[in-house]
């Protein structure tokens, strides 16, 4: 089993930027796909960005590219998201999520590990 703990959500100004921080334990993620996706109210969760744990060739949705940095320490078994430029429409529950193959889907039932979800809010 992999728990996954996601921290760093808050509220924040549009333009503004926030780290969200999603430690993984129970297990070595080494050869783990990990994701970031996000919920927003009344709608359903969407893809954000993934990448291998080896950092390489990470993926964006095209709402997110240019703006936000998926990346991970392996000695701290953590990946983060490096939000920048935010916008009111990227309100919503960020989830961090794993899976147990490193082919990068975008998929949310496609992970086997969620994170509970931190709140990230922009004001306008």
């Known amino acids: 089993q992999v728990q996954l703990v996601e921290s760093g959500g808050g509220l924040v100004q549009a333009g503004g930027s926030l780290r969200l921080s999603c430690a993984a334990s129970?297990?070595?993620?080494?050869?783990?796909?990990m994701g970031w996706f996000r919920q927003a109210p009344g709608k359903e969760r969407e893809f954000v960005a993934a990448?291998?744990?080896?950092?390489?060739?990470?993926y964006y949705a095209d709402s997110v590219k240019g703006r936000f940095t998926i990346s991970r320490d392996n000695a701290k078994n953590t990946v983060y998201l490096q939000m920048n430029s935010l916008k009111p429409e990227d309100t919503a529950v960020y989830y961090c999520?794993?899976?147990?193959?490193?082919?990068?889907?975008?998929?949310?039932?496609?992970?086997?590990?969620w994170g509970q979800g931190t709140q990230v809010t922009v004001s306008s």
């Open positions: 999520a794993a899976r147990t193959s490193s082919v990068l889907v975008t998929t949310a039932s496609e992970y086997n590990y």
């Open positions: 129970g297990r070595t993620v080494i050869n783990y796909q």
């Open positions: 990448a291998r744990w080896s950092g390489n060739n990470p």
